[in-house]
């Protein structure tokens, strides 16, 4: 059963005590050994959520990560397998060269501890997501930049509150949502998602799969982003990052004028 885990008081204690040390962890065996953290683990969590610590009480709370679907074939993790650099920032601050994944399923962003191994299976903590600013991974052949949208933080956000890859963020906006879903297979569940598209062209974010809804959501320009689309062979279906970049700023030089 997981256990909140409370990084901050912590290690805010360990430095108001004289830059004493934390107390020896205890180490378990078997799955008692995921509801503590090592002291190594607890070291190299004080360098991922260190700076202005002695007045952070209320930086961040983490949720001990157990791979559930360890036994699956088909798993939740974003492009599992696929090596990856990781930058994240939390409340302003920025931090790079940590193994972070991000659980579609549940919605988490994982931050993994790839030296210290339990049952050959990665250490993992769930991130306390309201404290996340954003999140970028790195591909070889891609950049993924994810953000945390809330209602709290903007009122007019239309669609659950959550993580989003963003695309766009101009005066028009469009965010990709990958959208998880469990299968039971005999004794094990296996895990499949798919990315959805949402786009803003100012009346709120809308969900988009096909290219007549697509230039539909520009309202008067419609017109002119039909012509633009097919002067360039863009297909909405088909259309990459890059694409859909170029529609969405031609669109907001449209609606300049």
């Known amino acids: 059963m ?8 912590l290690m805010f204690l360990s430095i ?16 008692d050994a995921y509801a503590c953290l090592e002291n190594k683990e607890i070291e190299e969590l004080y360098k ?8 952070s009480y209320d930086f961040i709370c983490g949720r001990e990560h157990y791979p559930y679907y360890f036994n699956s074939e088909s798993k939740p993790i974003l492009f599992y397998g696929k090596k990856h650099s990781s930058l994240i920032t939390i409340k302003g601050r920025t931090y790079n060269n940590y193994s972070l ?5 549940k ?3 994982i931050y993994l501890d790839t030296i210290n191994r339990m049952a050959y299976r990665p250490f993992g903590m769930a991130l306390n997501r309201d404290n996340i ?45 990958y959208i998880s879903s469990a299968v039971i297979h005999g004794s094990d569940t296996e895990y499949f998602y798919s990315p959805v598209g949402f786009l803003n062209t100012g009346k709120g974010y809308v969900k988009v799969k096909m290219n007549s809804q697509f230039i539909r959501q520009f309202g008067a320009s419609s017109r002119d982003i039909r012509k633009y689309m097919s002067r360039t062979g863009i297909k909405f279906r088909r259309a990459d990052k890059r694409e859909l970049n170029c529609v969405l700023k031609y669109y907001d030089n449209l609606a300049k004028k």
């Open 48 to 55: 991922l959520y260190s700076g202005r610590i002695e007045s």
């Open 2 to 9: 997981s256990k909140n885990l409370f990084f901050i008081p």
């Open 16 to 31: 108001a005590a004289y830059a004493q040390r934390p107390d020896a962890v205890k180490t378990y065996k078997g799955n």
């Open 101 to 105: 994944n991000y659980d579609t399923n």
């Open 133 to 177: 600013n954003n999140f970028v991974f790195a591909y070889k052949d891609d950049t993924l930049s994810f953000r945390f949208f809330s209602k709290d933080d903007d009122p007019t956000f239309n669609l659950p509150d959550g993580f989003y890859q963003v695309v766009y963020y101009g005066t028009s906006k469009y965010l990709i949502k």
């Open 107 to 109: 919605d988490q962003l």
